[in-house]
């Protein structure tokens, strides 16, 4: 029998934190604020109302679980109240079976916020999920993945041996990042090979700038990696620069971009659009719509456009291509997308974790959903094996063949 102090104890415990879940579902249940909406009011849902008018919750479990943990538990000194709990939310999010809505610990969060600043320690690789599978969106450019020979499409089948067809992707995150010079493994199958492959990567600091420029003879042509808490930034110097130089040509390069912040694909479609041009609609659960729309005077209306995607163009990088089809602005070349349809709101939350939960759907300006198929492109181009070996962009020139 447990000494009557340690059963004080963990009733004081349990009754601790049940006034901590109470006073949280208050706050939880006054609101919950879609992010990214720019300009506009952001809708409200009541979060508690919703679940209790559609089933009564019976705590009863938790709590007979939480008492078999902290009284029979073999390690039960290496349990802390904070790291259970932790569980019990990533287990509440898991439960969902969304993909992309997930928990992130506090550390696991403080590496996707830095991706978004544009410095981070890792590997340089996108996750996403197709056909619940654990799948590389991209590889950032000049990263250790890129440099391996990662590439968009890979199934990530093991990290470090371990199994990860019930992984969510912050699982799978916090097992792929680490700090710089520490070693990770990765087993990945790849379409058109029979066998697995196996790549140890050595993770690195990456700083990635999101938006680079270089011209071809009278073409200038501008790469963005990802949009990021920078990325405006820069494309605002890059459009800078195409203004001076007087160049009607150019060509958006989106390959292996594999997304980030709406805000900054409306910023930077809304630069080949009149003002006030509807950019990309959101859909609620219940079915209601809002058209998020550009608030600026696109500098580079008039410019003959070439977007380049394929199958690491997601997200984001999707609501520019697939706006800038519908509008018919520019011609679109390359490879079907990766197909991500879906908005996430991001709460940080009070210890340092990281809420991401999918909201809403998105549809391009003309109403098609693009989730898990992805936008078409108006000239289809692989860019096959034998092409990287011999440094061969076909895509690339067919852009510019184009635009000749």
């Known amino acids: 029998m447990e000494p009557k102090q340690n059963y004080f104890n963990q009733n004081f415990t349990k009754f601790i934190l049940a006034i901590f879940l109470f006073v949280l579902g208050i706050w939880v249940g006054r609101s919950v604020e879609l992010p990214f909406l720019p300009g506009n009011e952001q809708p409200k849902y009541n979060v508690l109302s919703k679940l209790y008018s559609k089933d009564e919750v019976d705590f009863s479990t938790f709590w007979e679980v939480w008492d078999k943990l902290n009284t029979t538990f073999l390690n039960k000194s290496d349990l802390s109240g904070q790291k259970l709990v932790q569980g019990a939310i990533s287990g509440l999010v898991e439960a969902a079976g969304d993909p992309y809505t997930s928990y992130y610990d506090p550390e696991s969060n403080k590496t996707f916020t830095n991706e978004l600043s544009g410095v981070f320690e890792g590997v340089g690789i996108e996750l996403g999920v197709k056909e619940s599978k654990l799948v590389v969106v991209a590889p950032l450019d000049s990263s250790p993945a890129s440099k391996a020979g990662i590439k968009a499409g890979d199934q990530i089948v093991l990290i470090d041996d371990k199994d990860t067809s019930k992984f969510t992707i912050a699982d799978a995150v916090k097992l792929i990042r680490g700090k ?43 790469s963005i990696s990802r949009f990021g808490d920078n990325t405006n930034a820069e494309w605002d110097s890059v459009v800078n620069n ?35 041009s509807v950019v990309v609609i959101q859909e609620d659960y219940n079915g209601k719509q809002e058209k998020l729309t550009s608030n600026r005077t696109g500098r580079l209306i008039g410019v003959n456009v070439v977007v380049l995607i394929n199958e690491g163009s997601a997200s984001a990088s999707e609501i520019v291509a697939g706006a800038l089809q519908d509008y018919k602005k520019a011609t679109i070349v390359g490879q079907k997308s990766f197909g991500k349809g879906v908005v996430q709101s991001v709460t940080d939350l009070k210890d340092g974790g990281g809420l991401h939960i999918t909201v809403a759907k998105w549809l391009t300006p003309n109403g098609n959903w693009i989730h898990e198929k992805g ?4 000239t289809e181009i692989k860019l096959t094996e034998d092409d990287i070996s011999a440094e061969r962009d076909p895509q690339m020139d067919k852009a510019m063949e184009i635009l000749k």
């Not at 379409?191 to 700038?209: A, H, M, N, Q």
């Not at 060509?251 to 630069?271: F, K, M, T």
């Open 180 to 222: 710089a010079g520490t070693k990770v493994k990765l087993s990945i199958v790849r379409e058109g090979k029979t066998e697995p492959l196996d790549f140890e990567l050595t993770r690195d600091k990456i700083t990635i700038k999101t938006v680079k420029e270089e011209t071809k003879g009278d073409t200038k042509v501008v």
């Open 375 to 378: 936008i078409k492109p108006d």
């Open 242 to 276: 195409i203004k001076v130089s007087g160049s009607q040509k150019l060509i958006l390069d989106l390959r292996n971009d594999p997304g980030g912040r709406l805000d900054s694909a409306i910023y930077v479609a809304g630069e080949f659009l009149p003002q006030n």
